[in-house]
C-alpha cells in the first residue's frame, strides 16, 4: 500500500538500473561509490503527494477506529449521525497511523538501517478482504445494538433502511476530512523541504514546527473562530430582536413589559418578551384549582440585555421590579438563572404557578442571546456571573424582611442556568456547598447540570459509599435528593421540612455526562453499574469516545421525555419535592404533569 519509495537503497555494493532492480557488481571491478543517504524528510515525509496511498500499519489502526465508532455511548443515533461519527473516527485512526508509521520509519534510518519494505500485493488483498468483512458485521451489529439501547429510551426501532444513508455520511466526511488533511501535509512537506535547502536539517525541523503551529493558531482563532462569534452575534443579536408569534405586549402591571414596568417591553429579548407575555392566564389556573379556590395572576418579572447597562444594573432593575408589582408579598419568589438565550423553562415556571394558584412570582435576568452551546463557548463566565448577581441581590432584599412576612425562596436552573446558578453557592466542599444553599434558600431545584457545575461535581466526588455517580447519595439524603427516573411515584410533599435541593438527572443525559476526560480516560458514566438508560457494558476507547460523546450531545435535547437532556416530565415532581402546599396530593401533580404534556404536545 506504499510506492517503492518507502525502501531504503543498499548502502553497500550494489547498484540499481532504471527499472530499480539491484544488479551486483562484476568480480573485480572497483566498487561503486555508495549514493549520499537522503534526507530522511525527502523520503519519508506524510504527504508526500495528494494521491499517495496510506501506509498498512495506518490502515490497519484506521480499521480498528472504525469499528470501534459503531460501539454505543449514551443515545441512540440516526443514521445518518451514525456516519459522519464513523468517517471521523476513521480519518482519526488513519492520521494516528499515519504518524506512528513516520515515527517508526524515521526510527529505523536514524539507527543507520534499512526501512522494512511493505506487505505487497496480497497484504492489500488481505486487508480489503478482512475490511470488507468487518464492516458487513459492523453494519449488522449496529441495528441490533441501537434497537437495544432505543428500548432503554422509549425510542422507535431503526431498520436496514438506515444503513445507506450512514454508509453515504460515512463516505462523504471521510473523504473531505482524507483532503484536508492530505492537503495540509503536502503544504507542509513543500514548505519544509523550501527551508530545509535554505538552512541546516536541525534548524528546518524548528522552523517547520514553529510556522506550521503559529499558521493553525492565527487560522483557528483569527480567521475561524471570529469570523464564527461574529456569525453567532449578527445572527442570533437579530433574531433577539424579535418578537416570539403569539405574544403581545401585556397589558398586567404584574408583567415587566407592561406600560406600567420599568423595563421597556423592546429591551427584553426575544426570550425575555416570550416570558413576560406567556405563561398560564387566570382562567386556566382557576380550572385547575377548582372551584371555590382563590388564584391570583402570577407575576413575571425580566430584564434583558438591553434594560439595563451591566448585570449589576440588570439584577438591581429585577429587584425594582419585584418591589414595584409585591412580589415580596406572594407566597412563593423563585429566583431562575436562565440559559443562553435568556430562556426560561415555560414548563417548570408553570408548573410552578399551577401548583401555587398563581401566588407566585418569578426573576430572571438576561446575559446572552446565544444558545446555549455557544454560550458554553463563549459567554461561560457571564452565566456564573448572572447566577451570583442576580441571586444574592434577590437574598439581600428577601433577607431584609421579617422572617414570618417572607415568601418562600426557591432557585432554579436548568442546564447552563443550573452552572451559573450553582456559582451562587459553591464552597470548598460539598458538604459546605449544600448548607450554604439549604440554609440561604427555602429550596433549590437544579435540572441537567452540565459537566462544569461545581457543586454538582462536588456532589459526585464526595457521595455516599456504594451510590453510584449518575445517582449520587449525600448525607444520607438529609439535605440533597436525586431525582428523574421514569417510573417513580409521585411525588405529592417536600421531602423535607428545612432547606433542601433536589437534582433533577438522567443517566443519558450527554450534558451532564460528556467531557473531555473521554479523550484520555474512561468516562464517570461508565462505571459499573451503569445507569437505567444507557447501555450495561459500554466499552471506551481513546478518541473515539469523545467523539461519540459530542454527537450524543447534539441529540441530547431532542431526546424522548424522562431522558437525555428532555426534563419536562420530571419538574413537577422537583417542585413538589421542595415546595408543595399543603394539601397537595400525588394525584395533583399526576394531573399537572398531564397537563403540561398536552400543553408542549399542542405548542
Known amino acids: 500500500m506504499t510506492d517503492a519509495g518507502d525502501a531504503t537503497p543498499d548502502a553497500g555494493n550494489q547498484e540499481q538500473d532504471e527499472s530499480g532492480a539491484a544488479e551486483p557488481v562484476p568480480s573485480g571491478a572497483a566498487p561503486v561509490a555508495a549514493a549520499p543517504r537522503q534526507p530522511f524528510h525527502s ?6 503527494s495528494l494521491a499517495h496511498p496510506a501506509s498498512p500499519a495506518a490502515c490497519w489502526i484506521a480499521l480498528v477506529f472504525f ?11 440516526a443514521g445518518w449521525a451514525q456516519g459522519a461519527i464513523t468517517g471521523i473516527c476513521t480519518m482519526l485512526g488513519l492520521a494516528i497511523g499515519e504518524l506512528l508509521a513516520w515515527i517508526g520509519r524515521r526510527a529505523w534510518s536514524a539507527a543507520g538501517r534499512d526501512v522494512p519494505r511493505p506487505l ?11 475490511a470488507a468483512l468487518a464492516t458487513v458485521v459492523a453494519l449488522i451489529w449496529w441495528i441490533g445494538s441501537q434497537n437495544d439501547q432505543r428500548d432503554l429510551v422509549g425510542m422507535e426501532h431503526v431498520g436496514a433502511g438506515s444503513l445507506p444513508m450512514l454508509v453515504v455520511a460515512a463516505v462523504v466526511v471521510a473523504a473531505i476530512l482524507f483532503f484536508i488533511g492530505r492537503t495540509v501535509a503536502h503544504l507542509t512537506r513543500r514548505f519544509d523541504e523550501a527551508v530545509t535547502s535554505a538552512m541546516p536539517r536541525w534548524a528546518a525541523v524548528g522552523v517547520t514546527a514553529v510556522v506550521l503551529v503559529v499558521f493553525g493558531v492565527i487560522i483557528s482563532r483569527e480567521v475561524v473562530w471570529k469570523q464564527f462569534v461574529s456569525w453567532a452575534n449578527d445572527t442570533y443579536g437579530t433574531f433577539d430582536d424579535e418578537t416570539p408569534p403569539g405574544i403581545a405586549q401585556p397589558t398586567s402591571p404584574l408583567r415587566s413589559g407592561s406600560p406600567e414596568s420599568l423595563v421597556p417591553w423592546d429591551t427584553l429579548g426575544y426570550e425575555g418578551r416570550n416570558f413576560t407575555g406567556g405563561g398560564p392566564t387566570v382562567d386556566q389556573l382557576q380550572s385547575f384549582a377548582g372551584p ?6 402570577p407575576i413575571r418579572v425580566y430584564a434583558g440585555l438591553k434594560s439595563a447597562d451591566g448585570q449589576e444594573a440588570q439584577a438591581q432593575l429585577a429587584v425594582d421590579e419585584l418591589e414595584r408589582t409585591g412580589a415580596f408579598d406572594r407566597s412563593v419568589l423563585a429566583v431562575v438563572t436562565v440559559t443562553g438565550t435568556g430562556w426560561v423553562d415555560p414548563v417548570a415556571a408553570a408548573s410552578l404557578e399551577y401548583m401555587h394558584h398563581g401566588d407566585t412570582a418569578i426573576v430572571g435576568t438576561q446575559y446572552s442571546y446565544l444558545p446555549s452551546w455557544i454560550s458554553f463557548l463563549v459567554d461561560l463566565d457571564k452565566a456564573q456571573e448572572n447566577g451570583v448577581v442576580l441571586t444574592h441581590a434577590i437574598i439581600d432584599r428577601w433577607s431584609q424582611l421579617p422572617a414570618d412576612h ?32 439549604t440554609s440561604t434558600a427555602d429550596g433549590v431545584l437544579w435540572a441537567g447540570p452540565t459537566f462544569f457545575n461545581p457543586v454538582w461535581k462536588q456532589v459526585v466526588d464526595g457521595r455516599d459509599q456504594g451510590s453510584p455517580a449518575w445517582y449520587p447519595v449525600f448525607g444520607e439524603g438529609s439535605q440533597l435528593t436525586v431525582m428523574g427516573k421514569p417510573g417513580e411515584a409521585p411525588v405529592y410533599a417536600p421531602v423535607s421540612s428545612d432547606g433542601h435541593v433536589v437534582y433533577l438527572t438522567h443517566p443519558s ?6 467531557s473531555f476526560d473521554a479523550l484520555w480516560r474512561p468516562p464517570t458514566w461508565m462505571g459499573r453499574p451503569t445507569g437505567y438508560d444507557v447501555p450495561s457494558d459500554p ?3 481513546p478518541g473515539v469516545t469523545f467523539v461519540q460523546e459530542v454527537f450524543d450531545l447534539m441529540a441530547g435535547f431532542s431526546a424522548t421525555p424522562g431522558h437525555g437532556h428532555n426534563y419536562d416530565p420530571n419538574v413537577t415532581d422537583g417542585w413538589a419535592a421542595i415546595s408543595a402546599p399543603p394539601g397537595w396530593t400525588a394525584a395533583d401533580t399526576t394531573r399537572l404533569n398531564t397537563l403540561l404534556q398536552g400543553m408542549n404536545e399542542g405548542s
Do not use: M, N
Open 67 to 77: 469499528l470501534w465508532s459503531f460501539t454505543p455511548t449514551l443515545l441512540p443515533r
Open 292 to 297: 371555590g379556590v382563590p388564584v391570583k395572576e
Open 120 to 130: 505487497g500485493a496480497w497484504g492489500r488483498r488481505v486487508f480489503a478482504i478482512v
Open 509 to 514: 443525559d450527554p450534558v451532564t455526562w460528556a
Open 43 to 48: 523520503k519519508y515525509a506524510y504527504g508526500r
Open 539 to 541: 466499552r471506551w476507547f
Open 406 to 437: 417572607r415568601p418562600q425562596l426557591l432557585v432554579y436552573g436548568i442546564s447552563l442556568g443550573s452552572y451559573g446558578s450553582e456559582h451562587a453557592f459553591v464552597q470548598s466542599s460539598a458538604t459546605q456547598s449544600i448548607d450554604d444553599a
